[in-house]
């Protein structure tokens, strides 16, 4: 049995327009893996950011920012209609409204912040604010393959903003 002509037009459509809503998807959308293997280069960040600071007031900001501040591994990065979820390594996603707008979430340790999420300029933009200060991770991707993490954690306690980036690539969930 030979297909008709509008069930032929149909499939070509649908096809269609499942390859749009791919191209429409942005490239910062997907799983990712990071390409480094050692935290040395937050870690160096981290020291640059306190160097300033007294003897024992560096000691507590650095324990403090190495807590918050480690490599992650993994990012997986979704895109609803509304929503946008993020998820560093096994963590649960962070989801938050599409349009920017903030929502309260807590970390694992108790610890609330002010998130938001909004895409600008070809990346997406994630803050947290806490009553000390704020982070913000820009996620950029370079290309189909590549993503880069940029990270500014600013604070009145700082005396500069501790900034790093850490590059990774596309995987496929199994």
């Known amino acids: 049995m030979q297909p008709s002509a509008c069930s032929?037009?149909?499939a070509l459509l649908l096809v269609g327009l499942s390859t749009a809503a791919l191209a429409a998807e942005p490239a910062w959308v997907g799983t990712f893996v990071s390409?480094?293997?050692t935290d040395a280069s937050i870690q160096k960040a981290i020291d640059a950011a306190?160097?300033?600071m007294n003897f024992l007031t560096r000691s507590v900001a650095r324990g403090r920012l190495k807590k918050t501040n480690s490599l992650h591994r993994r990012i997986a990065i979704t895109r609803q209609v509304v929503m946008i979820g993020v998820s560093f390594d096994?963590?649960?996603?962070i989801e938050m409204p599409a349009d920017g707008s903030l929502i309260k979430w807590t970390r694992e340790d108790g610890e609330i912040f002010d998130v938001s999420a909004?895409?600008?300029d070809g990346r997406l933009v994630q803050t947290f604010k806490a009553e000390d200060g704020q982070r913000v991770n820009s996620f950029i991707a370079e290309d189909a393959e590549r993503l880069t993490l940029e990270v500014q954690v600013t604070s009145?306690?700082?005396s500069e903003p501790l900034t790093y980036s850490v590059r990774y690539?596309?995987?496929v969930e199994k």
């Open 8 to 10: 032929v037009c149909a």
């Open 156 to 158: 009145p306690r700082l």
């Open 50 to 52: 306190t160097a300033d």
């Open 169 to 171: 690539r596309r995987t």
């Open 90 to 93: 096994e963590r649960r996603p």
């Open 35 to 37: 390409e480094e293997q």
């Open 118 to 120: 909004r895409a600008e």
